[in-house]
């Protein structure tokens, strides 16, 4: 591996690690494509066993994750921005929590072909996705910054 290609991955890296919106905008938009690869395998899967209504409850669960995860990182930026460390790991975990635990009581209830379809299952592969993908950019973002934002 050449210094230019070391250097580029570095730029790139740290790019997640910058502090404000420009850094979470490079983590929600890494987020946003690794769930896109993951819809691609689990989409597969859910035509295999529902047709096109396994496709649908795919997208759904994957729509709903993404959008909590979103909200949970943007959420966690705003509390870090006036240093309030556990406030913003708090909301965080209750946003990436609450929302699809609500969505998912509200189309149990409505019911319908997407709940046939399995949608709890996809929104657990998509939720536990979200979860590992966040906590691994957490801790790269805290590595990167040197610790320095642990324990203020």
Do not use: W
């Not at 759904?60 to 995860?69: E, K, P, T």
């Amino acid at each position: 591996m050449n210094a230019k290609s070391s250097l580029s991955l570095e730029s790139r890296v740290t790019l997640l690690a910058r502090p404000g919106f420009a850094g979470t905008a490079a983590r929600a938009s890494l987020l946003g494509g690794l769930l896109l690869l993951l819809f691609v395998l689990v989409a597969s899967v859910g035509f295999a066993l529902s047709g096109s209504s396994g496709v649908l409850a795919a997208m759904f669960a994957a729509l709903v994750c993404l959008v909590s995860g979103l909200l949970a990182m943007v959420a966690a930026e705003i509390a870090r921005q006036f240093h309030q460390r556990l406030a913003s790991v708090l909301l965080a975990m209750g946003i990436r929590t609450s929302l699809p635990m609500a969505v998912l009581v509200a189309v149990y209830v409505r019911g319908g072909a997407i709940v046939d379809a399995g949608m709890a299952f996809y929104l657990l592969v998509f939720y536990l996705a979200v979860l590992a993908i966040e906590t691994y950019l957490d801790v790269t973002l805290l590595r990167l910054a040197g610790g320095s934002e642990v324990g203020a």
